[in-house]
């Protein structure tokens, strides 16, 4: 598949041009034209690169890629080895973000949703970033706790919870992957039980408490493993292509 052909089609498929986005959608950096095997992961770091070189990649398919909105512009430190492993060994970069967390099907949030048995609340704008639903069961304020850690951490102690001025049970839920925190306050006004992001600030905590909400923060990396990963499945299922999900761990 010729490499402009990759990014039309998962353009379409994303709705891409419906974002506003703080970084470039689609193809970032341009190596071979023709493109057989694709290396999925979240973060476009060395690692990930590296890994790609390793197994002969001819592109690299990210959530978290390059060019960031008052991102510094000049090409030094890793920035300049990253573009270097991939300019050297013709590698392209592509990379999709929030079009990847707001799809219906392939989208990390949906996916999220599906994962912990929550009924998704319809949405009118796929642009719409906070995501609702009800447990199909519900669950006390731990027990979800517990969850998340199981599902998202393989079981280690990994989550921050704040449960103070909150119901002990929870049925209507929130949430945004990554760092979605600043939705908390939408979420507490909505009249969920519980919100839970990727991230954690300063300030939410107390607005945690003083809305009376459970908040969880499970971890920018972990919540959003699953859209890159589905987008890949979704690729190999419809192209001729072959795609290696690298997950590089980051507890973050």
Request: glycine share 8%; aromatic share 10%; hydrophobic share 40%.
């Amino acid at each position: 598949m010729h490499q402009l052909e990759l990014q039309q089609i998962i353009n379409n498929e994303l709705q891409v041009s419906r974002y506003r986005d703080y970084a470039p959608n689609g193809l970032q950096v341009q190596g071979r034209p023709e493109i057989k095997k694709i290396v999925t992961g979240v973060t476009a770091c060395q690692l990930l690169l590296d890994k790609a070189v390793e197994l002969s990649a001819d592109a690299v398919l990210v959530h978290h890629g390059y060019f960031w909105k008052n991102e510094p512009e000049t090409i030094t430190g890793i920035k300049y080895n990253r573009m270097k492993t991939l300019l050297s060994h013709d590698i392209n970069l592509y990379s999709y973000h929030l079009p990847l967390d707001g799809h219906p099907v392939l989208g990390n949030n949906v996916l999220l949703g599906n994962m912990f048995d929550i009924t998704v609340d319809a949405r009118e704008d796929i642009t719409d970033l906070l995501f609702k639903g009800t447990l199909n069961s519900p669950l006390t304020a731990l027990e979800f706790k517990q969850q998340l850690e199981q599902k998202l951490h393989n079981g280690r102690s990994s989550v921050l919870f704040c449960g103070d001025n909150a119901p002990e049970v929870i049925n209507r839920v929130a949430w945004c992957s990554g760092g979605g925190q600043d939705f908390i306050e939408s979420a507490a006004q909505q009249g969920v039980d519980a919100f839970f992001t990727g991230e954690v600030s300063e300030r939410t905590i107390h607005i945690a408490r003083e809305y009376g909400i459970n908040f969880y923060a499970a971890g920018h990396h972990a919540t959003e493993r699953y859209g890159i990963k589905r987008l890949g499945e979704w690729l190999a299922n419809h192209y001729d292509l072959q795609i290696i999900f690298v997950d590089i761990d980051n507890p973050a």
